[in-house]
């Protein structure tokens, strides 16, 4: 079975921490997001990468960043960690060559303090 | 930008009622559309799609959903509700465009009513 792990279901940080978020895919797809997923808002996009050490700005960028050293692991990096950025964030991939379908992951649970 | 318009952030319906989530977009050439259902603590994981050919399409779960190009609309339906129904529902288009980037809707929760 298809999966995208992030390690992570609840996470609790402090202001200003340095947090990572961590996506791994084991099905060799190109294609990696991030979304952070706010009640009323929907899912949006932060980055995404189509490929190892390729990254994207998504709609909402501002306060992250991202690493794709590997093809199967894609992080997500705040820098300084501040309290609106409290919400859940999903990463997913998507299977070539078409693209048309998102696999997600479970979500992390991210609360800044 | 494109722009995904779910209306309703929260739909209530009786056991075994009919079950209609609206979706409409913004764009003049159609994109691929898509359905997600997010159950609780879980990601999101496709219920349907349609790219091309039939505008009617069946997704898992006894849920359909019709693409209206007159009308830019992709409304979710389900002849009957059943309990594991509930769940929070997403419309989703791609433009390949745009950057082979997902657009969401903000999402409409469903409640279930036995």
């Known amino acids: 079975d298809v999966k995208v792990t992030q390690s992570s279901r609840y996470l609790v940080k402090r202001t200003g921490e340095k947090v990572f978020l961590e996506c791994v895919q084991d099905m060799d797809h190109e294609n990696m997001f991030w979304y952070r997923q706010d009640p009323g808002l929907g899912l949006r996009l932060i980055y995404f990468?189509?490929?190892?050490?390729?990254?994207e700005k998504g709609d909402i960028p501002e306060g992250y960043s991202v690493s794709r050293e590997k093809k199967e692991r894609f992080s997500l990096i705040l820098e300084s960690a501040s309290t609106n950025q409290t919400s859940m964030y999903l990463c997913?991939?998507?299977?070539?060559?078409?693209?048309?379908?998102?696999?997600f992951g479970s979500g992390t649970q991210l609360s800044v303090l | 930008a494109q722009s995904v318009t779910q209306l309703g952030s929260h739909v209530s319906v009786s056991e075994g009622a009919l079950v209609l989530l609206r979706c409409n977009y913004s764009?003049?050439?159609?994109?691929?559309l898509f359905w997600y259902v997010q159950y609780p603590n879980q990601g999101l994981q496709l219920l349907l799609k349609y790219t091309t050919g039939a505008t009617l399409v069946k997704g898992i779960n006894g849920f359909e959903a019709e693409f209206k190009k007159s009308e830019t609309s992709f409304h979710l339906t389900k002849p009957s509700a059943h309990m594991s129904d509930a769940a929070e529902y997403f419309c989703?288009?791609?433009?390949?465009?745009?950057?082979?980037?997902?657009?969401f809707g903000t999402g409409t929760s469903l409640t279930v009513i036995p």
């Open positions: 990468s189509y490929d190892v050490k390729m990254k």
């Open positions: 989703a288009v791609l433009h390949y465009n745009t950057g082979n980037q997902f657009y």
């Open positions: 764009s003049s050439v159609p994109p691929y």
């Open positions: 997913a991939s998507t299977d070539p060559p078409f693209n048309e379908k998102l696999f």
